[in-house]
C-alpha cells in the first residue's frame, strides 16, 4: 500500500494574478537544492485518521500557523516516489518571516552515528504561477492544474 499525505495549498491573489504558498525541505540534504523539491506543506497521516484533520496538524507544524476558513478538496496526485498527496486548497495570506518550522533528529551524515535536529522545513515562500510550477515537487503540479481550472 503506498505512504499518504495530507497538505493545504495556500494560494492568494495579488494585482490579479495567483501566488502560491510552498515551502522547502530542511536538513543539509536539500541545502542547495531548489527547483523541484519545493512543496505543499504537508505530511503521512495513519488510514483511521481524517485527512483533512492531518492536513491541518501537518500546516501549523510546518509553519506554526493555524488554518481556518473554507478549504477546496483537489483530486489526490500521486508523487513519482508512489506517495499519495491528499490535498485541499484554501485562499489565504501569511507572513513568511513569521514561520516556525517544528523540528527532527536526523542521521548526518549517513550512517555515522551522529545526529543533527533539523527543522522539517527551512523556509516559506510566495510564488507566482510560472514559478510555482517549476519550484514544486513535479507530482504535485496536478494540485496548481486543479486550483487554475477550478478558479
Do not use: C
Amino acid at each position: 500500500m503506498p505512504k499518504r499525505a495530507a497538505g493545504i495549498l495556500l494560494f492568494r491573489k495579488k494585482k490579479n494574478a495567483l501566488q502560491f504558498f510552498l515551502v522547502h525541505p530542511g536538513g543539509p540534504y536539500w541545502k542547495n537544492k531548489d527547483e523541484g523539491v519545493w512543496t505543499i506543506p504537508k505530511g503521512e497521516y495513519e488510514t483511521d485518521e481524517d485527512p483533512l484533520h492531518a492536513a491541518l496538524r501537518e500546516f501549523q507544524e510546518e509553519t506554526g500557523i493555524a488554518l481556518e476558513g473554507d478549504f477546496i478538496p483537489l483530486e489526490p496526485v500521486r508523487q513519482k516516489s508512489g506517495k499519495i498527496v491528499q490535498a485541499w486548497a484554501m485562499e489565504g495570506d501569511l507572513d513568511t518571516s513569521k514561520l516556525i518550522s517544528n523540528t527532527f533528529l536526523l542521521e548526518w551524515p549517513p550512517k555515522s552515528g551522529m545526529f543533527v535536529e533539523v527543522p522539517e522545513v527551512d523556509r516559506g515562500e510566495w510564488f507566482g504561477e510560472k514559478e510555482a510550477r517549476q519550484k514544486i515537487n513535479q507530482g504535485q503540479i496536478g494540485l496548481i492544474d486543479q486550483l487554475t481550472t477550478i478558479l
